[in-house]
């Protein structure tokens, strides 16, 4: 884990050195849907079902090192938790007992993005259509328990990886000079984002 996080900031670092020019964009938004959430929407009809979330949140920064390229950090971050009753039989026994199973995480990722953009500032200075791809590393831990240990689920997951991946487009609309809104559609802990951006 240390070796990863000294690779990341390693890298972070050149990114910084090969950006101390051009235009800054910082962006603060939030997602929906909750991607993992959404995904445990298939033990909805469990009993005694119940789930919570926070985020996603976004944060990023770019700075726009060519009119058609901008390079910078993206940190996502969210929480979770689903928390469901299955009945479960003591064969010991010959007893059904309910057996209330939580599912928990609370992650962020740190992804160094490259930003793709088609509309040339110079002539477009209100308005910014882009395609951004970032990679990075994931932090924080899946959480599956339940009140007897024996029959904790074994769930089929995505991938629990520590890769960091985000792909999105994007669209920044600034009403002067600074303060603008903008929106994503892509894969980022969710499919779509909004939130306000600024530039410096």
């Given at each position: 884990m240390k070796l990863k996080l000294l690779g990341f900031l390693f890298v972070t670092q050149i990114t910084f050195s090969f950006a101390q020019v051009g235009q800054n964009h910082i962006s603060?938004?939030?997602?929906f849907p909750n991607l993992p959430k959404f995904f445990f929407n298939y033990l909805s009809t469990e009993k005694n079902y119940k789930a919570l979330g926070t985020g996603p949140f976004h944060l990023k920064y770019e700075n726009r090192v060519k009119p058609w390229l901008g390079l910078g950090l993206s940190i996502n971050h969210m929480t979770y938790s689903i928390s469901y009753t299955q009945d479960v039989l003591d064969t010991n026994?010959?007893?059904?007992?309910?057996?209330?199973?939580?599912?928990?995480?609370?992650?962020?990722?740190?992804?160094?993005?490259?930003?793709?953009?088609?509309?040339?500032?110079?002539?477009?200075?209100?308005?910014?259509?882009?395609?951004?791809?970032g990679i990075g590393f994931r932090t924080g831990q899946l959480i599956i328990d339940s009140e007897y240990k024996a029959y904790t689920p074994k769930l089929d997951l995505p991938s629990l990886s520590r890769l960091g991946f985000e792909s999105s487009i994007g669209y920044r609309h600034f009403f002067d000079d600074n303060l603008g809104i903008y929106a994503e559609l892509g894969l980022a802990k969710s499919i779509f984002q909004f939130g306000f951006t600024g530039r410096f």
């Open positions: 603060l938004g939030a997602g026994l010959g007893r059904i007992y309910p057996n209330k199973i939580n599912i928990s995480s609370n992650n962020t990722a740190f992804n160094i993005r490259a930003n793709i953009h088609f509309l040339n500032p110079e002539e477009q200075e209100r308005n910014d259509f882009y395609w951004g791809l």
